[in-house]
Structures are given as structure tokens and as C-alpha cells.
């Protein structure tokens, strides 16, 4: 059966697997500069604009670890929301591995506004405070929901204005971005993000995360932290031969369409299931619901799914790019024999 938990649960889609086959049919040259980063990367620069920087990572929390020690001194802090990833689920590296702190925000939905960051500008120039450098925030959210136009807009000019940087965790990038109907350069360049992350193992990849920087003040040092934070991959044609693969005839847009698709399926298929509340707007591929507690295990005993809140109840699910109409009708046939 599959599972509801995480998109990270899926499997390889197959056009990436015969990426990564091709990539291995002959000898390349190591530490990414073989033929298959180079035309990754000007793929990219086609993409987001010919100044972009492309690094690769391992994994999201590398690559988020690469990006913010681009943009941080020691001395310095991100502000960011209290769920979002860098605070709740990276086991300190951000803070570890730049020296710097975290000053989390409660947000009710996953997102930050100009209004929640404006009482932390008061901390700029006072020796005692850590400094606010950058605001981070994530696309889509740990909550599925996504960021307006209107609302990245603002943050990235509220934070240019008080001369912080940008940073997106694009772990969900593709999500967000097929939630929104705009190109990948409309919803992250174009808006003043300067540096991100572009996810691609919750999108059908096996393994690899980009670091895309935009900002020309944060390129100086970026490949010393990427070898530093030891991301450097001898191997790097197996990372970007994947990117690659996800980026030519938008197969990135084409999987998270379709994730996105079998998430609202899903939520329209439980919405007025008696004793089930959808708490958050299913913007992407994720569903944050409440359910009769008695049903819960039973549930899960088929389909695995985390338990977001202990106190509150509050389930998440996730829908993937190999999610099918069939799985979610079988989910949702389950819930019900367990509840009506």
C-alpha cells in the first residue's frame, strides 16, 4: 500500500533512473566538472536568469546549512517561523554549522508577514542583540500552504528595505510553484528572493538538493561552505544529471501537479466526513486534518501518516507524484468503515 506520510516515502521516478543510468556510462571528470553539471547548470540559468549560481547537496538540510552560512556571520540571526524546517527538523545544523541564531515567529498558517518581522527590526545596531540578517521562509510551508506573489513580494521588500536577505526553503518548490501557475523565475527571482534551496527528493529524485544563489554578495564563499559542510559530491554527474532530467520538458511541473491534484482529491474526499476538520488550506500536497481519535491507528495500521500536533490531534498527509486516484480512494473507503 503506499503511504500518506511523506513524499520523501516515494519511490524514483522512471525518467530519473534512465538519467542516472545514462550518466553512467563512461568516465567524467570528478567534483562537478563533468558535461552533466555544466549543461545542469546553464539549464538552470535558463530557468532563473543568467547570474544564478548552482551547488549541489545531498540533502535539504545541507543544502539549507550552504545557503544560510552564505548569507550569515556569527554574530547574526534568521528569523523565521516556529515550523519551519531549519527550527523544528534539523537537529541544529543551521545554528552549529553557521554559529548563528534563530529567532522563530509564531505564525496561525506556516507563513511570515512584514507585520510579524517589524517588531525584530528594533534589534539592528544593539551591540547586546544577535542581528537580523535574514529572513527565511519556506515554500510551500510545513502547514501546505503557499505564498502569493503579493505576499513574497512584500516580505522580500520589507527585508531589502532593512537590508536583510532571502532565503527560501524550496524543498517544495515544485508544489508551490504548480499550486501558484507561474514559472519558477516569476515565483522566486522575480519576487527579490536571493538565495534558495530547489528541492528535488520529495519531487522524484533519489537524492539531491540544488542551492541556487541569485544575490551577487553571496557568491564569494559559497563553494568553500559547500565543500566544508562536505557536499562537494566527487560523483556530482549522478546529482545534476537528475536536475536535469526534472527540469528539461518539466517533468518537476508535470509530478507536482499531479501530487497537488490527488491532495485536493483527497481533501475533497474527506471534507464533511463526520468528526473530520481540514485545519489548513490545502494549497500544495499536503492535508493537515483532525479525525475521530478511535480511528486514527486503525488507520495507520494501513496507511502509514504522522502525527503533527500530540495535543491537538492534528494529523498530516501527503500526497506524492506516484500517489494515485485509486490510493486515495482506498484511504478514504478506510476512514470511513472506521468512522460512519
Not at 98 to 115: D, W
Not at 268 to 289: H, M, R, Y
Amino acid at each position: 500500500m503506499k503511504s500518506f506520510a511523506s513524499d520523501n516515502y516515494s519511490g524514483i521516478h522512471p525518467e530519473i533512473l534512465e538519467a542516472i543510468q545514462h550518466a553512467n556510462q563512461s568516465h567524467e571528470i570528478s567534483y562537478a566538472e563533468d558535461t552533466y553539471t555544466e549543461k545542469t547548470n546553464a539549464l538552470f540559468r535558463e530557468i532563473f536568469g543568467a547570474k544564478t549560481e548552482v551547488l549541489y547537496a545531498f540533502n535539504g538540510t545541507g543544502a539549507n546549512v550552504i545557503a544560510l552560512k552564505c548569507a550569515l556571520l556569527p554574530f547574526e540571526a534568521v528569523l523565521c517561523a516556529e515550523t519551519a524546517h531549519i527550527n523544528a527538523d534539523e537537529c541544529g545544523a543551521p545554528t552549529q554549522s553557521t554559529g548563528s541564531s534563530l529567532i522563530t515567529i509564531k505564525t496561525p498558517n506556516g507563513k511570515l508577514t512584514p507585520e510579524l518581522l517589524k517588531a525584530f527590526m528594533s534589534r539592528k545596531g544593539n551591540v547586546h542583540n544577535t542581528q537580523p540578517r535574514v529572513i527565511s521562509i519556506s515554500q510551500s510551508t510545513e502547514l501546505g500552504t503557499v505564498y502569493s506573489l503579493t505576499e513574497l513580494k512584500a516580505l522580500c521588500s520589507f527585508a531589502h528595505e532593512n537590508d536583510l536577505f532571502v532565503h527560501l526553503d524550496g524543498a517544495r518548490i515544485s508544489n508551490a510553484v504548480a499550486a501558484l501557475g507561474v514559472s519558477l523565475k516569476e515565483a522566486t527571482v522575480d519576487c527579490g528572493v536571493d538565495i534558495m534551496s530547489f528541492g528535488g527528493t520529495k519531487n522524484g529524485l533519489m537524492i539531491g538538493e540544488a542551492v541556487l544563489i541569485f544575490n551577487d554578495e553571496l557568491k564569494k564563499y559559497a563553494a568553500f561552505y559547500q565543500k566544508q559542510t562536505a557536499h562537494l559530491f566527487s560523483k556530482n554527474r549522478f546529482i545534476a544529471a537528475q536536475f536535469y532530467a526534472l527540469l528539461k520538458n518539466d517533468l518537476w511541473l508535470r509530478m507536482a501537479t499531479h501530487a497537488n491534484q490527488m491532495a485536493a482529491f483527497l481533501a475533497e474526499s474527506v471534507a464533511g466526513l463526520p468528526g473530520v476538520t481540514i485545519t489548513q488550506k490545502v494549497d500544495a500536497n499536503a492535508l493537515f486534518v483532525i479525525i475521530p481519535p478511535h480511528a486514527v491507528e486503525p488507520l495507520r495500521a494501513k496507511y502509514r501518516f504522522y502525527t503533527w500536533s500530540e495535543d491537538t490531534g492534528e494529523l498530516r498527509w501527503m500526497c506524492s507524484f506516484d500517489t494515485t486516484r485509486e490510493d486515495v480512494m482506498d484511504f478514504v473507503e478506510t476512514l470511513k468503515s472506521l468512522i460512519i
